[in-house]
């Protein structure tokens, strides 16, 4: 059984190892990382994006994982898939309309804005909080370019906030119309807070963060949407901007 630790670590490798990979009629064997072994499975979910199963082995461990490849500003941009948000993403692309932005942790900003094509506050680390990530790399010509500091400080602060107008405040400062939470979130709110404060801690129950994970009421957002995963929020058409 593989640990929770080693899973992420896995996960980490992958992401600072994904090479830029053609969307049709490549040879994909050849732009493989070398730490995978094989490909389980190719997809092309829509016009523009591609989802490659990996099968390989890390330290000994054999793990399979999703990699999202998608056409966006005229480039190729490649990430992790967590197929987990599928379901979401899916109910995003049928329910919502093409010009919104989500706010969410960066970690899910490739698959809303290259699977669902809606666009996010943020989809990038800045380059000041790489020390939160497991082997402290990205790859800005693969995975975009670093987000500000100060993007990531807002979408943090919208986060773990436990005043709701706070994060009202940051969704009207980037025109997002939509929040996007992971249960995962809720592990990793101590992460989130390292990388905006420099100090290390877990979010309370209060926090607009947990409270959106357990599908709570956020006031002045709306629930849309929930699985088992995720959940995803609608600014109330009242609370206007602020």
């Known amino acids: 059984m593989i640990s929770k630790r080693r899973v992420d670590l896995i996960l980490a490798f992958l992401l600072i190892s994904i090479l830029v990979i053609g ?27 591609q989802i490659v199963t990996v099968q390989g082995k890390f330290e000994g461990d054999q793990y399979t994982v999703k990699r999202l490849s998608y056409v966006g500003e005229g480039r ?21 309309p093409q010009d919104v932005v989500f ?8 698959m809303i804005r290259g ?13 000041s909080i790489l020390k939160t990530l497991a082997n402290k790399n990205w790859d800005p010509s693969v995975q975009g370019e670093f987000s500000s500091q100060e993007k990531i400080r807002d979408v943090g602060d919208a986060l773990l906030t436990e005043d709701p107008g706070k994060t009202l ?3 009207d400062k980037y025109g ?4 996007l939470v992971h249960t995962s979130d809720v592990e990793k709110s101590g992460a989130i807070a390292y990388a905006i404060s420099g100090e290390y801690e ?12 357990h599908k709570k009421g956020v006031g002045g957002l709306n629930i849309v949407y929930e699985d088992l995963y995720v959940s995803i929020y609608e600014k109330n058409q009242s609370s206007g901007s602020r």
Request: hydrophobic share 40%.
């Open 23 to 49: 969307l049709r009629g490549v040879n994909l064997k050849d732009k493989l990382p070398k730490s995978a072994e094989r490909i389980l499975n190719v997809e092309y979910p829509m016009e523009g994006v």
């Open 76 to 96: 190729t941009y490649s990430n992790v898939f967590d197929e987990s948000l599928n379901d979401g993403l899916n109910w995003i692309i049928e329910n919502t």
């Open 103 to 110: 706010l969410s942790w960066w970690d899910y900003g490739h």
């Open 115 to 127: 699977y669902a094509k809606r666009q996010v506050v943020v989809y990038a680390p800045s380059s």
């Open 169 to 171: 405040e940051v969704m």
């Open 176 to 179: 997002a119309q939509y929040l």
């Open 202 to 213: 877990e979010a309370s129950e209060n926090t607009i963060l947990s409270k959106a994970a």
